[in-house]
Each structure stands twice: as C-alpha cells, then as structure tokens.
C-alpha cells in the first residue's frame, strides 16, 4: 500500500495528465462515430466545416495567450502573478468572442443558426483555455474535472438524442454549448480586480514580444495541411469532406502514440546531445524511434488489410465503399510517423527555422495547387495533395540531417558487416 502512495505521489499529476488526454481524445472519437452514424456523412461534413472554423481560434489562442501562459506567466514574481493571470484571462476571453463570430459566419454558411454555431465556438475555446490553465498551475485535478463534466454532458446528450431517434446538428450544438460551458461557471463568475490600462498594455506589449512569430507560425502550420481538406469541404461538398475526416478518424488514434513520443522523448534527447553530441543524438532518436514505427506500422497495416470489416464494425455497412479513403490516408500516416522523429530532432539541434519554412512552402502549395487537383481528382486528389504535403516535409526536415544521417547510416552498415 505504501509503495502505491509512493508511486501517486510521485507520477499522480502524471497520471492525471494521461488519464485526461485519453478522456478528451476517447469523447471526441465516440462523438464523431455517433455523428456519422446519425447524421450521414453529409451532416457530419457540415460539422466538420464548423469545428475547422473553431481550430483555426484556437491557433490563434494557443499562439497569443496559451504559450505565454505555459512560459511567461510561471516565472513572474508571485506580486505580478495575479494580474498576468487575469490579464491573460481577459484576453482568452477576447479571442473567444473573435472566434465566435469568425463560427457565426460558418454557420451561416453551412444552414446553421449563425447565433449557435458562435456560442458552440465561444464555450468551447473558454473551455480549452481553462484546462490548459489548470495545468500551467499545477492543478491537473481540476482540468480533469473540467473534462470530466463536459464529458458527462456530452455522452449524456449523446444518449438522450439517439434513443429518441431524433438527432438533428443543431441539437449536437445546444449539447455541446452546455458540456462546455456549464464546468466553467463557478470560475467565469469569480471575483475580478481593477488593473489599470498603462499595466495592462505593458503586460500585451511584453507577451508580444514572446508571442510575435507564433500566431503566424500557428496559422501557417493549420493552412498548410488543411487547405486539401478545405478544398474538398468547398468543392466536393459537405459529404465528401465527412467521408474524408471519417476515414482520418481511424488512423488518428495514432496521435495518442504520436502525443506520448513528443512528450518523453524531447528532454533526454536534449541531455544524449549535450553528452554525446550530434552523433549520438541521431543514435539515440532512431533507437527511440523504431518503438513509435512498430506500433504505428503494425496498427496501420491492420487497417489497410481489413478496411471495409472496420468501417462496417465502426460506422456502419453503408460506408464500407470508402475503403480505400481508409487505405490511402493509412500511406499518409506511414510518412507522417517518418516524419515525427525528424521534427524533434530538429527541435533539439535548434534549427526550428527549417520548420517554419517547411510549414510555408506547404501552405503555398496547398494554396496554389489544392483547389485544381481536388476539382480533376476528387477525394483521390485530397489523398495526393496530402502525401505530397507530407513528402515535402520530410524534405524540408531531411535536407539539413543529411550529413549526419548519412554518416550514422554508413557507420551502422560498417558495423553491422563487421559482426558477420
């Protein structure tokens, strides 16, 4: 017994922290499986289109006032903590109402209440930022708890319409405003503290100065892979958009495995590289990385062999035809796991320009190339426009490893025939 309090109170907020991302990441999964299943994939497209509208707030909130929050604001004195919180607070609150309107507007578009579909994007960012507070403070309790009861709302609502054979997508809207907002009311309601405004736009003044590449580095990296799948939503219509993201839903389980990698392998590859040099790092970022291409390949093959049983056991028999969807974004995936490692490796040798670029001269191609290959090739060309974005990438990331993939790859063939 006292060896599990020991393990709690050394990896609980840990544990916490996984426990949370499975909770948020298993929510969105069964939501969109039951969107597909009773609404179509013509209206789960249109839901689609709305919750593009509501990443592209979130960029910008995680860009402007989620990294300030996770870098800027622990290192403030305890005097000043109080009144960068708020601050940030108040700015959170800002960009909401910015992306509620940008979602109004996509409700319109899409034959939605404009009014609801703004709520549902305010409720929602209001609610990330939140949580993501809560772990910037040390408390991965209450982000658990804000989840948790937004989950609870969620699949009860879920349940509720379903059993009344009812379900519409604008009730999906109400459910979701409420599990996003209702978690959040004892804080919104809280006391507030007079700053004046010279304090207030010297804290926006210092976060901008942290924050001044980001907000564009976060759009570029948004664009850059989805202007296919945008093309597709505006081209091909809200169905072809719905079958697209329902066959990515498969394969993006992945990004559990993809999540878990970026969080534990950055620091000790920091600490192999301050040790044993550029050599040693590429040794100990492939060795890290033939775990993350076992499961990836072994998962993804499994979906390539049996794609239409899949689809049938998951969404439905009606959309067993979209079995090669499932099979061409499983390719995609192959060279997005390629490309994970890459993207930190770089990171750790601080050559983060190469990836800027990169996210530039994806989101040109998808800007220039995404509307005519889409129109010829339908989803077939989203599937192309797409790989040929990832194999752009790789790339970019490769061409500044190349010296030294090339030297560990040749000293590991020497070694290799040497103990023949």
């Known amino acids: 017994m006292n060896r599990l309090l020991n393990i709690w109170n050394q990896q609980g907020a840990r544990l916490i922290s996984l426990g949370d991302q499975a909770l948020v990441s298993g929510t969105n999964f069964l939501l969109g499986i039951a969107l597909v299943r009773s609404l179509g994939l013509d209206g789960y497209g249109r839901y689609v289109l709305l919750w593009m509208g509501v990443q592209v707030a979130s960029s910008f909130l995680q860009a402007l006032v989620v990294a300030p929050l996770q870098h800027l604001w622990p290192v403030q004195p305890v005097s000043e903590s109080k009144k960068g919180l708020q601050i940030l607070d108040g700015q959170a ?51 658990f708890l804000l989840d948790a009861t ?18 519409q997508l604008y009730q999906v809207c109400y459910f979701l405003v409420l599990a996003y907002s209702i978690p959040l009311l004892p804080t919104l309601l809280g006391p507030l503290h007079w700053i004046s405004p010279k304090v207030v736009l010297e804290e926006m003044w210092a976060q901008r100065q942290y924050t001044g590449w980001l907000a564009g580095t976060a759009l570029l990296q948004w664009f850059s892979g989805n202007f296919f799948l945008i093309a597709a939503g505006t081209v091909l219509g809200p169905a072809a958009l719905g079958a697209l993201r329902m066959a990515q839903q498969l394969v993006g389980l992945l990004h559990v495995l993809f999540l878990a990698f970026e969080n534990q392998i950055p620091a000790p590859a920091a600490k192999v590289l301050e040790s044993d040099g550029r050599h040693g790092l590429m040794h100990f970022m492939l060795k890290a990385s033939r775990m993350l291409w076992l499961g990836c390949g072994a998962f993804l093959l499994l979906l390539f062999l049996a794609a239409p049983q899949i689809l049938t056991l998951v969404f439905g028999t009606e959309h067993t035809g979209y079995a090669n969807l499932l099979r061409g974004y499983c390719a995609i995936y192959v060279l997005v796991a390629l490309g994970t490692p890459l993207r930190i490796t770089l990171r750790a040798l601080q050559q983060t320009k190469i990836l800027f670029i990169g996210y530039v001269m994806n989101a040109l191609l998808g800007f220039m190339l995404a509307t005519p290959i889409v129109t010829a090739f339908g989803t077939t060309g989203v599937l192309l426009g797409l790989a040929g974005s990832q194999i752009l990438l790789l790339t970019a990331y490769c061409w500044p490893l190349r010296h030294q993939l090339g030297q560990h790859l040749t000293s590991h063939a020497y070694r290799s025939h040497s103990s023949r």
Not at 107 to 121: K, S
Request: glycine fraction near 12%; include cysteine; aromatic fraction near 14%.
């Open 93 to 143: 609150v800002l960009l909401a109402l910015l992306g509620g309107i940008l979602c109004a507007v996509l409700g319109w578009w899409i034959n939605l209440p404009p009014a609801l579909c703004g709520a549902t994007a305010i409720a929602y960012l209001l609610h990330d930022y939140y949580r993501k507070r809560a772990f910037a403070q040390q408390r991965p309790q209450r982000a």
């Open 150 to 167: 937004a989950t609870g709302i969620v699949l009860g609502g879920l349940g509720y319409f379903t059993a009344q054979n009812d379900f």
